[in-house]
């Protein structure tokens, strides 16, 4: 099978998934089996798997689309139900430890100015691959905090870093960057205006265990904003509409909802 061939498969299989993660009835591998979008047997799953958790981690839906890949699969693929465990339960023991970092890390910056955690939860209960915070206090006071709460390094700024008014920290013991935007956001820091509203609709939301200032969210569930789900981005980013019908691939497969 050409890699062309392999990456579609995957693709198409993940999308089924992220969809049938909120929608457990409407995709069924054993009743869909030779009309499916991927047509990746159950079989082959073992040999796809590392391409799959691959597209599955740049895009930040593991946690939505993993645990719905058994029952697409079938019966049979015992092996492969294993291997997405493990993968499941790596990625929550990662976010774990990351808000386990977050959380005082907004509190000590708190004591500096407004903190708002931006695009890191939008996705819960996946998250992404940094921590992205929004703060209108002083930089050299989100510095000086950083350094002295949590022994953080900031990492080389780009041009297009001090363009937007951002740095990154290095933490020892996280993985993940944090990045905090001070006092602007976009790209090269043109959003100025907006900050103030961001603050003033900013609002606590539980995360886990853990509870934390973030931008307003609209009132439906995670699951359900997964039901608007286009699909999923080889370059690493998944696209949303809210139309009626569900595109994998140039394939239109009606929702059932």
């Not at 691959?54 to 930040?60: D, E, G, Q």
């Not at 509870?211 to 949303?240: D, L, Q």
């Amino acid at each position: 099978m050409s890699s062309h061939k392999r990456s579609t498969k995957c693709f198409a299989l993940l999308s089924e998934a992220l969809f049938a993660g909120d929608q457990a009835s409407s995709l069924d591998w054993a009743s869909t089996s030779s009309d499916s979008s991927s047509g990746l047997d159950p079989r082959d799953f073992s040999a796809f798997f590392s391409e799959i958790w691959m597209l599955a981690n740049s895009n930040h839906v593991i946690m939505r689309a993993f645990p719905a890949l058994p029952r697409l699969l079938g019966e049979g693929v015992t092996d492969s139900a294993e291997w997405i465990g493990r993968a499941v339960s790596r990625e929550q023991s990662r976010i774990a430890h990351a808000l386990s970092f977050l959380s005082p890390i907004c509190k000590a910056l708190q004591e500096t100015g407004d903190v708002i955690v931006i695009k890191s939860l939008d996705h819960w209960p996946d998250l992404g691959n940094d921590l992205d915070l929004y703060t209108n206090a002083d930089a050299s006071d989100v510095v000086a905090m950083m350094r002295k709460r949590f022994d953080a390094r900031p990492d080389a700024r780009s041009w297009g870093d001090r363009l937007a008014n951002k740095w990154n920290f290095v933490v020892p013991g996280l993985p993940e960057l944090v990045e905090v935007h001070v006092a602007r956001l976009g790209q090269t820091g043109e959003q100025i205006a907006i900050t103030d509203s961001l603050v003033a609709n900013s609002t606590l939301e539980q995360f886990g265990a853990t509870r934390f200032v973030c931008r307003r969210r609209k009132t439906e569930s995670s699951s359900a904003r997964c039901r608007e789900c286009t699909g999923i981005s080889i370059y690493g980013s998944a696209t949303w509409s809210t139309t009626r019908n569900w595109w994998i691939l140039g394939q239109s497969i009606t929702r059932t909802s």
